[in-house]
């Protein structure tokens, strides 16, 4: 099984719909984090959690909300989909007790969400 | 602000061959990581390697090592005796110390493997 899990793995939807992307983990990490990839560029991110009492706004936050239900799940929300939403998402976890500073970031294998 | 140029779109190489995949960074801060990530057509990311920015040896794993020059703020991959499973996207990120936790990824070069 695959210590960090994104479901659903590919979803196509309309303009304006409430959309929910989850992510869980058997890795025990306190960190979790959500980007997005568009086409042919690097993953930027969207939101991050230190621990469950804690989300912070990344780097494209704007129409996307989260919630850490707990130290194993972490779900992004787009309230109103809209199409230039179109993109590879993907859900990745660290502990700092793996490297310390330079713990790597391990990543879910990506939702693929088209909007219409 | 941190930004990662890998200014290779794509590239060519032969089976067997070695083959490096450029990567530039530019930060102001003293404490830093590098990383480099891979992702072939299934789409999922795989971490390969990392290096401190005080780390005095270049980073090596296996097939992988990085080729860091602090001084001209590169932080090279080399991928030696290529195989075919290497054809992939590959993407440089650095996390800086005083920016929390976040990763910031380069756009990607795209490695082509030849039979």
Not at chain 2, 26 to 38: A, N, R
């Amino acid at each position: 099984d695959a210590d960090v899990t994104q479901t659903p793995r590919n979803r196509i939807t309309k303009t304006g719909k409430r959309i929910m992307l989850e992510c869980s983990q058997t890795k025990g990490h306190d960190r979790m984090y959500w980007y997005r990839q568009d086409p042919g560029l690097g993953l930027r991110l969207i939101y991050y959690s230190f621990d469950v009492k804690d989300i912070n706004k990344g780097e494209i936050s704007d129409g996307y909300s989260v919630s850490r239900q707990a130290q194993a799940k972490f779900s992004l929300s787009l309230e109103s989909a809209i199409p230039n939403q179109t993109a590879l998402y993907f859900c990745a976890t660290s502990d700092p007790r793996d490297g310390g500073f330079n713990q790597p970031q391990h990543f879910g294998d990506g939702t693929r969400l088209s909007i219409l | 602000a941190q930004k990662i140029t890998q200014t290779q779109p794509g590239m060519f190489v032969q089976e067997k061959e070695a083959v490096t995949l450029d990567c530039t960074y530019d930060t102001s801060d003293q404490s830093y990581g590098l990383f480099w990530y891979k992702q072939p057509s299934s789409g999922e990311m795989i971490f390969l390697i990392y290096q401190g920015s005080y780390d005095e040896q270049n980073a090596t794993e296996g097939r992988y090592s990085l080729n860091f020059q602090k001084a001209r703020k590169s932080a090279n991959l080399v991928i030696s005796a290529s195989q075919l499973g290497d054809s992939a996207m590959y993407f440089c990120a650095m996390r800086v110390q005083n920016a929390g936790n976040m990763l910031t990824f380069g756009g990607g070069t795209r490695l082509m493997v030849k039979p």
